[in-house]
């Protein structure tokens, strides 16, 4: 899928219209101009084809050498090659989609030879092989197939029975290789338990059925809603995310949760009571507002409750959207604009996170065009935020409301 001014064309409907305006330009040709015109085209599928081959085989060989890798500090490396093929793929697209697609693979990817890689033990008295089966589950951007370079994930390591004391060293091992290769985050030795969760079924069931305070509400949400399997042992994955998932639907009807939801979703975004677009007033970023912060985590959360509230299974923000249009719990239109700024919010921060800076962005220094279309983007947002307040009210707007409202 592509973006365009606001509007989400199919791969089809790129091609048709590449097609119509050639057909309608050959006609204002002279032969000798057409035949030329065919022939840069030409000329330029065929590059287009050869970097898409190129970048393929690569991503295919970093794959093949992650897998078949066999001592820690192979990872790194491996993983500064990944960067920069996936960075230089960006810069050539700017497809948010494909970047994700690439993150996601590689992530997994690299997670599965890191567990493989603990079980082996990192030293020669550690105890083997885990001695019962396992599962290790994800909420986060990798949860919701969103991966970045930026590491925003929670891990979740868990077993049927009762621990044995083999998993308490088994995840310490898990955790020095996550650090090995910068896979924690910005966090603090008190935190690390957060980062990489592990406990039995009972106690996992005991962790997701806690409401918590409001502070803790969106990423208890995101826990519930974007959790996700990505190795080990099938049963037990399926077990804990069907915990999760009766949790939520006790959630969406309790008072109290939607409180405190109705609360969260109230995140203001960058847009300032009469329009305009709000900037931090001092400190380091003076002029300029936080896209995460203040733009693409607003969306996200909010399309999050939407769907918990529609008991939508967990996936990418678009593919939610897009799930809610067929619902008609938005209207398509209104689809479109939301898909529109999170393209604009997603390109924008990976473009930060390529060039190693962070997610700030300055109004003042871009084109009136460019500022147009993050204002255009930030009241999409909050016209979404105020739908999903409604829902969780009890009192939905129609279809032709949203409608109407965009247009103002």
Known sequence: MAVFAGKTFSDTELLNGARKVLLERSRLLAPDATLSALQDLKLWVGEELSFEENASAAFGRALSELWHSEYLDQLPPLMNRFERLASAYFVRRGSVTAFHGFCNAWREGLLRRILLFAEEGLELNDPGYPPVPYALLVAGSLGRREQT????????????????????????????????????????????????WRGSLEEWARLVGVRGAAEDLS????????????????????????????????????????????????????LGMLGGI?????????????????????????????????????????????????????????????????????????????????????????????????????????????????????KPRSMAGQLLSMTR
Request: with cysteine.
């Open 149 to 196: 370079l930026e590491e925003a994930n929670r891990y979740f390591l868990i077993w049927a029975e009762k621990d044995v004391g083999y998993f308490e060293n088994f995840a310490y091992r898990i955790i020095a290789i996550l650090e090995q290769c910068s896979l924690l985050g910005k966090i603090g030795p008190n935190t690390i338990g957060k980062v990489l």
């Open 219 to 270: 990423a208890h949400v995101e826990l519930l809603s974007d959790l996700r399997h990505v190795y080990g042992d099938e049963a037990i994955a399926r077990e804990a995310t069907g915990i999760s998932r009766s949790h939520l639907e006790r959630f969406r009807g309790d008072e109290h949760f939607t409180a405190l939801a109705g609360r969260h979703i109230a995140t203001p975004v960058a």
């Open 278 to 394: 709000r900037v931090e007033k001092k400190g380091e970023h003076v002029g300029s507002f936080n896209l995460a912060q203040s733009g693409l985590d607003p969306l996200i959360n909010a399309v999050r409750l939407l769907a918990m509230q529609h008991d939508l299974e967990p996936g990418p923000t678009l593919d939610r959207l897009k799930a809610l249009s067929t619902l008609g719990v938005l209207a398509e239109q209104f689809v479109e604009r939301i898909e529109a700024a999170y393209h604009l919010f997603a390109g924008l921060k990976i473009g930060k996170e390529i060039v190693l800076e962070r997610p700030y962005i300055s109004p003042a220094g871009l084109p009136a065009v460019e500022r147009k279309k993050l204002k255009n983007a930030l009241e999409a947002i909050r016209q979404l935020q105020r739908v999903v307040r409604r829902t969780l009210s009890g």
